[in-house]
């Protein structure tokens, strides 16, 4: 292949470069030097004076060259590898004597000027040229530091403590930074990761993406002694009082046994029992009830009469209790209570909430209950609440404004939402498509999934020149407005008329409506007016379609000439084919109102073609009267929640009907009815949670509900699941623990849901020797404030988070924080997947050769500079020499005599 210029200069050219490229303006001084030279008065000859003028020009340019710090680069192929060497707890002595041997292999013959070893664990040592024998890396050795302390300063039992200490955490994060940092130029940099990639703090593939040099991984075994370990104690941050909430412990083992697991509210044992333990994760769960904060601790201890691991020499029997670390035996979660909850429940007719506001009285919630007028229009009134239900309540009674508070209440405050089901609520109240529906964990288009196609229409636009001008425009908007509401798996076809029919669009998919809908636009009036054969030719269309709903819109003013308008409206509905008329201008009203009465649909006189979607949206719901389910049947539960804890819903009487809805994809149905049919079912919306309770909670349908002993217990478990968490409103606080750090995340907005910014937030942290401290928040997003506080002393932290705006405390919360052992003790294999990505990542090579570690890839070559800032000056210093001897010498036998300066001249 053909190689360009600049390929081929690069290629026979010694690579340059310059370290102070701004003296490079110093080459306009050669011009000068050609000017001084026409001026100058010395008499020699010419060619001996240009050559003199050569020289000078040479000099002035490789002073400027000098001074521009002239490099030559040259290229080297020679490694300097460093060896992380991981020497934290989780790597037992089989590690070690694996990360020996392959030191030893790797550097055999090698100089000690080639490579280092860093040893690491919470945090890098200083690098080293020789790795301490196996026996000694677990014992008393020098405390980490960057200083020159000997460990002969040390005090044996400090060194051993702070060793300890030391070994309690793995930082790849930290120990890639300083090796790469550590390699000296001029080499081809390679670093040797050895460790059994179990991060306890930091991000080490987003060192990787920074550190540049290539990273190879060594893995490592991680302790296999007999372990069993209480992982974790799950538990709410925060419930209400009295909610019942479940407590999920975690216990880890490698290897089959039997353990007693205790578990203790505060001071007082809850629970205790002799478990199977097998080997791998294995899950217990607690259900309970609180007034108060409380610490929630596991612990496992070995059974009466089994024979411990540390107290035995010999190896345990499968009947003894087999545990090698006992700091790993216990865990612990904390809980905050709130007081008592507020409902707000909007019902269509309160009269019929009374049996819901005395279960609920019952169970210490405190009940409002308004009609739908009643419903807050602003996010001031309905933050009063922790949960809002909506029962019976249809779209139509809410504003635009109303639902869209329901949404920010939900997602910007966390706050509960529950609908309940009637014969308008969710599709049947008309919620399909409107923000409520968002926030619903249901669809309402049940409808359109389970029948293909769903829905036949066809509109019969009327085109004659009564209908011209603002009227015909009326009716295209009226259509165009029916068409943009179908669904994809709709078909719709569009007919125009005039003294004649013609298709201005043939039944096509809902999923081309865009093209029906230009179609609609091409219509101009003129003609006459004869709605009969249009009517014929929509019903021969609808009967060749298989849809389960089939229906026709007519768009007229009425006038038109005779026809047997009964006898075709008969047959359609005979055939299933429902006839709703829309008449406009100076309709013919009884006409109209005939033919949808005799085909089973509805008539209405539109002045305003805005409201022609909503009466669509009217027709659709009415049509869809086949969505109310009253048969009785019994709750199915298909998914097991602590919400329902105690509810004995295999003891529930008949629920007399339901509405036909559709869960939502990353939504949790809890209970079914027979057919499959979601009855109970929720999500996570933003900040909060929403429930559909597709049945109702009053005597239409619970009837037999209303008397059941679990009614009350059972509506109260499930308003408290969905209840807003927090004792403050617009204040959503999430801490994340990684390592000895926790991340304290806060989201606030103001009472009218607008985020809250520029306010003075701060945490004062409490650790478990009661030492208070505090420390700033900082705001990084709109409404959002972040800080990072280290928490690495085992105990419960407190923390208390303040806001202020203008001086005066907006919010205040309590949180706890339990810090258990280090996660350096947690019964964990070796991270092949990270030490393989880490390697991936950086070009290196997972599970390398020990004699490969020095050889470089093919790619890789380090630059040596070499300056040549001397031997330009040496040159320089020369050719003035030379200079001064052709300015003052007369050298006729080298330039002539026969032309001289002054001949040129003149």
């Given at each position: 292949?053909?190689?360009?210029?600049?390929?081929?200069?690069?290629?026979?050219?010694?690579?340059?470069?310059?370290?102070?490229?701004?003296?490079?303006?110093?080459?306009?001084?050669?011009?000068?030097?050609?000017?001084?030279?026409?001026?100058?008065?010395?008499?020699l000859p010419w060619r001996q004076m240009v050559t003199s003028l050569l020289v000078r020009c040479f000099i002035v340019l490789f002073l400027i060259l000098a001074l521009c710090g002239l490099n030559w680069l040259d290229r080297t192929q020679q490694v300097y590898?460093?060896?992380?060497?991981?020497?934290?707890?989780?790597?037992?002595?089989?590690?070690?004597?694996?990360?020996?041997?392959?030191?030893?292999?790797?550097?055999?013959?090698?100089?000690?000027?080639?490579?280092?070893?860093?040893?690491?664990?919470?945090?890098?040592?200083?690098?080293?040229?020789?790795?301490?024998?196996?026996?000694?890396?677990?014992?008393?050795?020098?405390?980490?530091?960057?200083?020159?302390?000997?460990?002969?300063?040390?005090?044996?039992?400090?060194?051993?403590?702070?060793?300890?200490?030391?070994?309690?955490?793995?930082?790849?994060?930290?120990?890639?930074?300083?090796?790469?940092?550590?390699?000296?130029?001029?080499?081809?940099?390679?670093?040797?990761?050895?460790?059994?990639?179990?991060?306890?703090?930091?991000?080490?593939?987003?060192?990787?993406?920074?550190?540049?040099?290539?990273?190879?991984?060594?893995?490592?075994?991680?302790?296999?002694?007999?372990?069993?370990?209480?992982?974790?104690?799950?538990?709410?941050?925060?419930?209400?009082?009295?909610?019942?909430?479940?407590?999920?412990?975690?216990?880890?083992?490698?290897?089959?046994?039997?353990?007693?697991?205790?578990?203790?509210?505060?001071?007082?044992?809850?629970?205790?029992?002799?478990?199977?333990?097998?080997?791998?994760?294995?899950?217990?769960?607690?259900?309970?009830?609180?007034?108060?904060?409380?610490?929630?601790?596991?612990?496992?201890?070995?059974p009466a009469g089994s024979t411990s691991a540390e107290s035995e020499a010999n190896a345990p029997t499968t009947e003894d209790f087999s545990d090698t670390l006992l700091d790993n035996n216990m865990a612990t979660g904390m809980v905050f209570t709130t007081g008592?909850?507020?409902?707000?429940?909007?019902?269509?007719v309160p009269e019929q909430a009374r049996h819901l506001e005395w279960a609920m009285n019952e169970q210490s919630i405190a009940v409002d209950t308004r009609p739908a007028q009643g419903m807050p229009a602003s996010l001031t009134d309905l933050q009063n609440y922790?949960?809002?239900?909506?029962?019976?309540?249809?779209?139509?009674?809410?504003?635009?404004?109303?639902?869209?508070?329901?949404?920010?209440?939900?997602?910007?405050?966390?706050?509960?939402?529950?609908?309940?089901?009637?014969?308008?609520?969710?599709?049947?109240?008309?919620?399909?498509?409107?923000?409520?529906?968002?926030?619903?964990?249901?669809?309402?288009?049940?409808?359109?999934?389970?029948?293909?196609?769903?829905?036949?229409?066809?509109?019969?636009?009327?085109?004659?020149?009564?209908?011209?001008?603002?009227?015909?425009?009326?009716?295209?908007?009226?259509?165009?407005?029916?068409?943009?509401?179908?669904?994809?798996?709709?078909?719709?076809?569009?007919?125009?008329?005039?003294?004649?029919?013609?298709?201005?669009?043939?039944?096509?998919?809902?999923?081309?409506?865009?093209?029906?809908?230009?179609?609609?636009?091409?219509?101009?009036?003129?003609?006459?007016?004869?709605?009969?054969?249009?009517?014929?030719?929509?019903?021969?269309?609808?009967?060749?379609?298989?849809?389960?709903?089939?229906?026709?819109?007519?768009?007229?003013?009425?006038?038109?000439?005779?026809?047997?308008?009964?006898?075709?409206?008969?047959?359609?509905?005979?055939?299933?084919?429902?006839?709703?008329?829309?008449?406009?201008?100076?309709?013919?009203?009884?006409?109209?109102?005939?033919?949808?009465?005799?085909?089973?649909?509805?008539?209405?006189?539109?002045?305003?073609?805005?409201?022609?979607?909503?009466?669509?949206?009217?027709?659709?719901?009415?049509?869809?009267?086949?969505?109310?389910?009253?048969?009785?049947?019994?709750?199915?539960?298909?998914?097991?929640?602590?919400?329902?804890?105690?509810?004995?819903?295999?003891?529930?009487?008949?629920?007399?009907?339901?509405?036909?809805?559709?869960?939502?994809?990353?939504?949790?149905?809890?209970?079914?009815?027979?057919?499959?049919?979601?009855?109970?079912?929720?999500?996570?919306?933003?900040?909060?949670?929403?429930?559909?309770?597709?049945?109702?909670?009053?005597?239409?349908?619970?009837?037999?509900?209303?008397?059941?002993?679990?009614?009350?217990?059972?509506?109260?478990?499930?308003?408290?699941?969905?209840?807003?968490?927090?004792?403050?409103?617009?204040?959503?606080?999430?801490?994340?623990?990684?390592?000895?750090?926790?991340?304290?995340?806060?989201?606030?907005?103001?009472?009218?849901?607008?985020?809250?910014?520029?306010?003075?937030?701060?945490?004062?942290?409490?650790?478990?020797?009661?030492?208070?401290?505090?420390?700033?928040?900082?705001?990084?997003?709109?409404?959002?404030?972040?800080?990072?506080?280290?928490?690495?002393?085992?105990?419960?932290?407190?923390?208390?988070?303040?806001?202020?705006?203008?001086?005066?405390?907006?919010?205040?919360?309590?949180?706890?924080?339990?810090?258990?052992?280090?996660?350096?003790?947690?019964?964990?294999?070796?991270?092949?997947?990270?030490?393989?990505?880490?390697?991936?990542?950086?070009?290196?090579?997972?599970?390398?050769?020990?004699?490969?570690?020095?050889?470089?890839?093919?790619?890789?070559?380090?630059?040596?500079?070499?300056?040549?800032?001397?031997?330009?000056?040496?040159?320089?210093?020369?050719?003035?020499?030379?200079?001064?001897?052709?300015?003052?010498?007369?050298?006729?036998?080298?330039?002539?005599?026969?032309?001289?300066?002054?001949?040129?001249?003149?």
């Amino acid at each position: 292949m053909e190689t360009t210029p600049v390929e081929r200069m690069t290629y026979f050219w010694p690579q340059l470069e310059f370290t102070r490229p701004e003296w490079l303006w110093a080459v306009l001084l050669l011009p000068v030097l050609v000017v001084y030279f026409y001026r100058s008065l010395v008499d020699l000859p010419w060619r001996q004076m240009v050559t003199s003028l050569l020289v000078r020009c040479f000099i002035v340019l490789f002073l400027i060259l000098a001074l521009c710090g002239l490099n030559w680069l040259d290229r080297t192929q020679q490694v300097y590898v460093v060896f992380a060497v991981d020497e934290s707890l989780s790597v037992d002595a089989k590690g070690h004597e694996k990360s020996e041997n392959f030191i030893r292999q790797a550097t055999a013959g090698q100089d000690e000027t080639s490579f280092a070893i860093l040893p690491f664990a919470s945090a890098p040592r200083r690098f080293q040229t020789e790795l301490q024998p196996g026996e000694n890396r677990g014992g008393i050795t020098p405390t980490p530091s960057t200083d020159a302390e000997s460990a002969s300063d040390v005090p044996d039992d400090v060194a051993n403590e702070s060793r300890v200490k030391w070994q309690q955490g793995t930082n790849l994060q930290s120990v890639v930074a300083i090796a790469t940092a550590g390699i000296p130029p001029h080499f081809v940099p390679h670093v040797v990761l050895l460790s059994d990639g179990n991060q306890t703090e930091g991000d080490v593939l987003a060192a990787v993406a920074i550190s540049g040099p290539r990273i190879s991984t060594v893995s490592l075994p991680t302790r296999d002694n007999p372990e069993i370990q209480v992982s974790a104690v799950n538990v709410p941050a925060q419930v209400a009082e009295g909610e019942p909430f479940r407590i999920e412990v975690l216990i880890d083992a490698n290897h089959d046994d039997r353990a007693v697991v205790e578990i203790f509210g505060g001071d007082y044992r809850l629970a205790s029992g002799i478990q199977d333990i097998k080997e791998g994760e294995n899950k217990f769960y607690f259900t309970q009830q609180i007034k108060q904060s409380t610490i929630f601790s596991a612990r496992i201890t070995q059974p009466a009469g089994s024979t411990s691991a540390e107290s035995e020499a010999n190896a345990p029997t499968t009947e003894d209790f087999s545990d090698t670390l006992l700091d790993n035996n216990m865990a612990t979660g904390m809980v905050f209570t709130t007081g008592q909850p507020r409902v707000l429940l909007i019902e269509s007719v309160p009269e019929q909430a009374r049996h819901l506001e005395w279960a609920m009285n019952e169970q210490s919630i405190a009940v409002d209950t308004r009609p739908a007028q009643g419903m807050p229009a602003s996010l001031t009134d309905l933050q009063n609440y922790e949960v809002l239900i909506l029962s019976n309540v249809p779209a139509t009674d809410l504003s635009a404004q109303q639902m869209d508070v329901i949404r920010a209440y939900v997602s910007q405050l966390g706050g509960g939402f529950i609908m309940l089901g009637g014969d308008e609520s969710f599709g049947l109240g008309g919620y399909y498509k409107t923000v409520v529906e968002d926030v619903l964990p249901v669809r309402s288009d049940f409808e359109k999934e389970k029948e293909k196609p769903g829905l036949g229409m066809v509109l019969i636009i009327d085109k004659s020149g009564s209908m011209g001008g603002q009227k015909l425009e009326m009716a295209k908007d009226a259509a165009r407005a029916a068409v943009d509401l179908l669904g994809a798996k709709d078909q719709i076809g569009v007919i125009a008329f005039d003294g004649s029919p013609y298709w201005v669009s043939e039944i096509r998919g809902g999923a081309q409506k865009g093209a029906v809908m230009d179609r609609i636009a091409s219509i101009e009036s003129g003609g006459g007016t004869t709605l009969y054969p249009a009517m014929v030719q929509a019903y021969e269309a609808l009967q060749s379609i298989s849809a389960k709903l089939k229906h026709v819109i007519i768009l007229t003013d009425g006038l038109s000439t005779p026809g047997d308008f009964d006898g075709i409206t008969n047959q359609m509905a005979a055939s299933q084919i429902t006839v709703s008329t829309v008449g406009i201008g100076d309709a013919d009203q009884n006409l109209l109102e005939r033919i949808s009465q005799a085909g089973r649909g509805r008539y209405y006189f539109a002045t305003d073609v805005n409201s022609i979607p909503q009466i669509f949206a009217k027709e659709t719901m009415t049509a869809s009267k086949s969505a109310i389910n009253e048969d009785p049947f019994l709750p199915m539960v298909v998914r097991s929640t602590p919400v329902l804890d105690g509810v004995s819903l295999e003891e529930a009487p008949f629920l007399l009907g339901y509405v036909t809805t559709r869960p939502k994809a990353t939504s949790e149905v809890i209970l079914t009815a027979e057919t499959g049919d979601p009855l109970l079912c929720w999500w996570r919306y933003g900040l909060g949670m929403s429930v559909a309770f597709t049945s109702d909670a009053k005597s239409r349908w619970a009837a037999e509900w209303v008397t059941w002993d679990g009614y009350n217990k059972f509506w109260a478990q499930v308003i408290r699941h969905c209840m807003r968490k927090g004792e403050s409103k617009g204040f959503v606080v999430d801490i994340q623990r990684r390592g000895p750090h926790s991340k304290v995340v806060i989201d606030s907005v103001d009472s009218d849901g607008q985020f809250l910014n520029m306010a003075d937030t701060e945490i004062t942290l409490i650790d478990p020797q009661l030492t208070t401290s505090t420390i700033a928040v900082q705001q990084t997003a709109p409404g959002r404030y972040e800080a990072t506080v280290e928490m690495a002393a085992p105990g419960v932290w407190h923390v208390q988070l303040t806001q202020k705006l203008d001086g005066q405390t907006v919010y205040q919360q309590s949180r706890g924080v339990v810090v258990g052992y280090s996660d350096e003790l947690r019964l964990r294999t070796t991270n092949d997947n990270l030490l393989q990505s880490i390697a991936s990542s950086s070009g290196g090579a997972f599970e390398p050769g020990a004699a490969s570690v020095f050889e470089p890839l093919a790619t890789e070559t380090a630059s040596t500079a070499i300056p040549l800032w001397p031997l330009l000056l040496i040159i320089a210093m020369t050719l003035f020499v030379a200079d001064v001897a052709l300015r003052r010498l007369d050298m006729p036998r080298l330039f002539g005599t026969e032309l001289h300066r002054s001949d040129v001249r003149a």
